[in-house]
C-alpha cells in the first residue's frame, strides 16, 4: 500500500471512528474540548505509526487505545494539579479507577456516549451557527476547512465559533447526560434543528455561486440516520430522517448540466432517487407508527412523501397537501409554512385563489424581505397573465436572494415576463 493509500484509508477510518472516540473520552475527562484534543493525538499517533506498522486489524479499537493512554496521563496531571490545589472541581476517580473505567470503553457499547456527545454538541446555551459547526467538527468528524467551505466561511470564523462553542459547555458545565423528563423534548428538539439546518443549507444554499451543496445534505442525513438508531422510539426523529430521505432523493434532478435550478415542476422524475423515496416513506410509517403523525417534521415528511409517491407532476394530490398544511399551521403557525400552504392552495385551487392566499401574508413582517415571497407571487401572477406586475416581483426577488444561481434564474423569470408583455 503506496503512503498516499495509507493517508486515504486513515482518514476514512477517522471519518468514521473519530465521533466515538471523542463520545467515549468525553465520558471520562468530561470536557468535549479536552476529548477531541485527546482523540487528535491518537490520530497523529497514527499518521505517524500505521504507514510504517500497516493498517491494523481493528483500527476503531486502535485509535480508542492510543487516545485512552493519552486520557490517562491527562486525568494523573490533573489530579496532581487539585491535590496542589487542594478542590477538586469534578469528581474525578483514582488514576486506577480512570485507566479501568477507560480500558471498559473499549468494550463498552459507546451508543449512549456518542448520543451524549449530540446532545452536548446541540445544546441551546450556544448560538445556532455554534451549534452547527460543533455538530459537523465533533459528531460529522468534518475539518474546519470542510466546514468553512460549506458555509462559504472563512476558516478563521468557523474555528472562533468551535472554540468559543467549547469554552461556554466547559464555563457552564454542561453536563454529559441524555436529557430526562420534560428537558428531554426540548433538547431532541434542537438537535433536529440543528440537523436540519444543515441539511437546508445544502438543499437550497443561502448564498454563493451554486444553488446546491450536496455534501451538507449527505451529513445531515448520516446524522439523522445515526440519531434514529441512537433513539428509536422518538417519533420526530423518524419524521425528519423521512423528509431528508425523500428531498435528497431529488437531489440529481434539481439542477441542470451547468447547474442552474430546475424547480419540483420540470424536473425529471425518473432521476429521481427511488430508494431513497421507499427509505423515507418506510420511516414515515415508522414515525406515525410511534403516534407522530401531527408532529412538525413528521407533517412535512407527509408533504414530502405525497410528492414522492407522484409519478408525474400533474399526479400530485394539491388537495391532501393542503390539508396537511393546514395541520402544519395549527401546529407550527409561521409566515413560512402559510407561504407553503398558499403555494399548494395555487396548485389544488386555481392561481387566483392562491395569489389571495399570498397576498394576506404581504403585510407580515418577517416576510418583507424574504424573496421567495414575491418570487411566489410572481409565479402567481404570470399565470393569471398579469406579466408586468409579475416581472416586477420576479425582479424584486431577483434582488433580496444572495444565492448567485437562484439571482440568475429570477432574473430570467422577469426577463421571460418582459418578452411576452411585449408580444
Not at 25 to 45: H, K, P, Y
Not at 135 to 143: A, F, H, I, P
Not at 244 to 257: D, H, V, W
Not at 315 to 323: G, L
Request: glycine residues 6%.
Amino acid at each position: 500500500m503506496t503512503a498516499s493509500d495509507t493517508r486515504g484509508a486513515i482518514d476514512a477510518v477517522w471519518r468514521i471512528e473519530a465521533a466515538r472516540v471523542i463520545a467515549g473520552l468525553t465520558r471520562i475527562v468530561r470536557d468535549v474540548g479536552v476529548a477531541e484534543d485527546l482523540a487528535q493525538d491518537a490520530l497523529v499517533a497514527a499518521l505517524q505509526q500505521w504507514p510504517k506498522d500497516g493498517i491494523p486489524e481493528n483500527p476503531g479499537a486502535w485509535l480508542m487505545q492510543a487516545a485512552k493512554h493519552r486520557a490517562i496521563d491527562h486525568l494523573r496531571r490533573r489530579q496532581l494539579l487539585e491535590r496542589k490545589h487542594d478542590q477538586l472541581a469534578y469528581e474525578t476517580p483514582s488514576s486506577h479507577d480512570a485507566a479501568a473505567e477507560i480500558e471498559q470503553t473499549l468494550d463498552d457499547d459507546v451508543g449512549d456516549d456518542l448520543l451524549r456527545l449530540i446532545f452536548a454538541a446541540c445544546h441551546p446555551v450556544l448560538p445556532a451557527e455554534a451549534r452547527v459547526a460543533l455538530t459537523l467538527r465533533l459528531v460529522g468528524s468534518l475539518t474546519t476547512a470542510e466546514i468553512a467551505r460549506a458555509y462559504l466561511t472563512s476558516e478563521v470564523t468557523i474555528a472562533q465559533r468551535i472554540v468559543r462553542a467549547k469554552k461556554t459547555l466547559a464555563a457552564r458545565r454542561v453536563p454529559f447526560e441524555v436529557p430526562r423528563g420534560s428537558d428531554r423534548a426540548v433538547r431532541v428538539a434542537s438537535v433536529l434543528d440543528v440537523i436540519y439546518l444543515i441539511f437546508n443549507e445544502g438543499y437550497t444554499a443561502t448564498t454563493g455561486a451554486e444553488w446546491m451543496r450536496a455534501s451538507l445534505c449527505e451529513d445531515a442525513l448520516r446524522l439523522g440516520r445515526m440519531l434514529a438508531e441512537l433513539l428509536p422510539e422518538e417519533p420526530e426523529v423518524h419524521g425528519l430522517v423521512s423528509l431528508m430521505e425523500i428531498q435528497s432523493s431529488r437531489l440529481k434532478a434539481r439542477t441542470g448540466p451547468s447547474g442552474e435550478p430546475i424547480l419540483l415542476m420540470d424536473q425529471n422524475r425518473a432521476r429521481w432517487d427511488h430508494l431513497l423515496i421507499r427509505r423515507g416513506i418506510a420511516a414515515l410509517e415508522r414515525a406515525e407508527r410511534l403516534g407522530g403523525a401531527s408532529g412538525p417534521l413528521t407533517l412535512q415528511a407527509a408533504i414530502a412523501a405525497c410528492h414522492g409517491r407522484a409519478r408525474q407532476f400533474e399526479d400530485t394530490d394539491w388537495p391532501r397537501i393542503v390539508t396537511l398544511y393546514d395541520e402544519l399551521f395549527a401546529r407550527q403557525p409561521s409566515p413560512v409554512v402559510a407561504l407553503n400552504r398558499a403555494v399548494a392552495i395555487g396548485m389544488a385551487a386555481g392561481p387566483q385563489a392562491g395569489l389571495d392566499a399570498v397576498d394576506r401574508l404581504t403585510a407580515e413582517p418577517a416576510l418583507e424581505e424574504y424573496h421567495l415571497l414575491w418570487s411566489v407571487r410572481g409565479d402567481l401572477l404570470a399565470k393569471l397573465g398579469r406579466t408586468a406586475e409579475a416581472k416586477a416581483e420576479f425582479e424584486r426577488a431577483a434582488s433580496m436572494t444572495e444565492n448567485d444561481r437562484e439571482r440568475t434564474y429570477l432574473q430570467q423569470r422577469a426577463d421571460a415576463c418582459a418578452t411576452s408583455a411585449s408580444r
